[in-house]
């Protein structure tokens, strides 16, 4: 069964303390994994795809990489405005056309 | 600008009513799904359409029905709500497999 965990539930950083955020997954053939942030009472907003192990994306102070079995979304000296939930979702090429199979998210909060 | 857009954002209603949520797309797009989210759960599938006409069932589609008479619009009906689908929803679309965007979405009280 295709399944997503991310790691920790909850992350606390003080401004400018760089971390990371884990998103294990299983699936049966992975055709793309993807990062959202959600703010509360928000949608969820596109941050990146990535395709295959090796691959990295940057935007801003976050850089999202991939292995074969975890992505890690890094936040380099991270600021208050990037607090929120970051969700993980990945697609496989077994499954549905487009369908996501997300994680439980992690809730970044980051005190100034 | 394209956009997705949902209504009502709130809604409160009263158990074994029918309700029906809305969901708006001018991207174009041919993919459409309808998910919930729970404390503890993560967002799950509910419903999802690849076109017109077209309609699939998802994770947690029980209690729940969806109609695709045009590209924009898929709502999402709950043909006698229950307590245990009190929950936010959120409509999403996609073109194939492509990126899904999310609508702000829309938080359901069952009473």
């Known amino acids: 069964e295709d399944q997503v965990t991310q790691s920790p539930e909850a992350l606390r950083l003080q401004e400018g303390e760089s971390s990371s955020l884990n998103c294990s997954y299983t699936?049966?053939?992975?055709?793309?994994l993807f990062w959202y942030r959600q703010d509360p009472g928000k949608g969820p907003e596109f941050l990146f795809t990535?395709?295959?192990a090796g691959e990295e994306k940057e935007k801003e102070r976050l850089k999202a990489t991939l292995t074969k079995k975890e992505s890690f979304l890094h936040i380099t000296a991270p600021k208050p405005e990037d607090s929120a939930t970051y969700l993980c979702?990945?697609?496989?090429?077994?499954?549905?056309?487009?369908?996501?199979?997300f994680g439980k998210g992690t809730k970044l909060s980051v005190k100034p | 600008d394209a956009e997705i857009t949902q209504s009502p954002r709130h809604k409160i209603t009263e158990t074994g009513r029918q309700v029906t949520l809305a969901c708006h797309q001018t991207?174009?797009?041919?993919?459409m799904f309808w998910y919930r989210q729970d404390l503890g759960h993560g967002l799950r599938l509910i419903h999802y359409?690849?076109?017109?006409?077209?309609?699939n069932k998802g994770e947690v589609s029980d209690g729940y029905s969806v109609s695709r008479s045009n590209t924009e619009d898929l709502p999402l009906t709950l043909e006698s709500a229950a307590s245990s689908q009190t929950s936010v929803y959120f409509c999403?679309?996609?073109?194939?497999?492509?990126?899904?965007?999310f609508g702000p979405g829309t938080r359901l009280t069952v009473l």
């Open positions: 699936v049966s053939g992975l055709r793309g």
């Open positions: 991207w174009n797009h041919n993919n």
């Open positions: 979702a990945v697609q496989n090429y077994g499954g549905s056309q487009g369908n996501l199979i």
């Open positions: 359409s690849y076109g017109v006409h077209d309609t």
């Open positions: 990535l395709y295959s």
């Open positions: 999403a679309s996609s073109e194939s497999t492509d990126t899904q965007y």
